[in-house]
């Protein structure tokens, strides 16, 4: 299974950003997205250091809120994973 981490940019040069989610940062390519008009404060979903999709403020946090929710499940691992 694939996850992309939906992440607020905090600064930007060139095809690079800087991207802030719950107190981690990581440098992101914005290769993929050299079409949008990004800017600090914008969110992005990052996937493989790969930013891949920009979304509303709503959609990241509606995504950290189901994030939330599967980490508070108290379920074993698989066996099979």
Request: proline share 5%; charged share 20%.
């Amino acid at each position: 299974m694939c996850l992309s981490v939906p992440m607020r940019i905090v600064s930007i040069e060139g095809l690079s950003a800087r991207c802030e989610a719950r107190g981690v940062e990581r440098v992101a390519s914005l290769w993929l997205l050299q079409h949008e008009a990004l800017q600090p404060g914008d969110h992005v979903l990052v996937h493989l250091g790969q930013a891949v999709r920009k979304v509303a403020a709503e959609e990241a946090a509606a995504s950290w809120a189901l994030f939330d929710e599967l980490l508070a499940m108290d379920v074993p691992p698989s066996a099979n994973a």
